[in-house]
């Protein structure tokens, strides 16, 4: 499987970056009351946060923003993520817990300030694109509608989108059954390749501290587009 950066996204944003981890040999279950407890403190600490400072002014989602209008969406309309994830917690709309491995992938996201994505490598066809959306991306997504992707990034195997930072699609969603799975980094354009080379590298490693298996990751750019797994 080749995962490969599209060139348009890097026409349009010239630093655009993409950590991508592959994991395998995994075991997800019910998440460990450590994890469980590390969401549920960073939230409502977040939430004390958010009565003092705007979700626009977070630099991660600010950046986002930026980004989503280039690419041609509307982010008032279509919000990046990390963005729903902390309007969630404004209104102290908890996350609730689901399982071991999207529970840490939302803990990454609300950390770092960037959107994230992971998918069950059984249910991929073919290789992955990372490229911007047209108007017949659409998908059943986990948000339970139809979700057109018009000028919003996408993450497309050989059917068609599954992913993107706005929401992912049922049919790749990581369950308890999952061993294999690609986690895809929506990086923000100004961390520079080593820093986020450290970061994807990072959250490998925790994720297969709780999980187990193995684990291998890159960052895509401008020099790097793709990557073999």
Do not use: C
Not at 170 to 191: D, G, K, M, N, W
Request: no cysteine; aromatic share 10%.
């Amino acid at each position: 499987m080749i995962v490969k950066l599209d060139n348009p996204l890097l026409e349009i944003e010239p630093t655009f970056k993409i950590g991508i981890i592959h994991y395998t040999k995994i075991v997800v279950t019910s998440s460990p009351q450590m994890l469980k407890g590390r969401l549920q403190l960073f939230q409502e600490q977040l939430f004390f946060e958010l009565e003092e400072k705007a979700i626009t002014e977070f630099a991660g989602i600010k950046e986002w923003r930026v980004l989503w209008k280039k690419f041609g969406a509307d982010p008032n309309r279509y919000r990046p993520s990390v963005e729903a994830l902390y309007r969630r917690i404004a209104k102290q709309n908890y996350i609730t817990p689901m399982h071991s491995a999207v529970d840490l992938n939302n803990f990454f996201s609300m950390r770092y300030e960037i959107p994230m994505g992971i998918y069950d490598i059984d249910k991929i066809q073919g290789d992955i694109m990372i490229s911007l959306g047209n108007e017949d991306s659409v998908y059943e997504g986990l948000n339970g509608r139809e979700n057109k992707l018009n000028h919003i990034l996408t993450v497309q195997d050989t059917y068609g989108p599954f992913g993107s930072p706005f929401v992912d699609s049922i049919r790749t969603a990581v369950t308890e059954h999952t061993t294999s799975a690609i986690q895809v980094v929506f990086l923000q354009p100004s961390t520079d390749i080593e820093a986020s080379q450290k970061l994807v590298h990072s959250m490998g490693t925790m994720f297969t501290q709780i999980h187990g298996g193995e684990v291998s990751s890159t960052v895509l750019h401008n020099d790097h587009k793709e990557w073999g797994i």
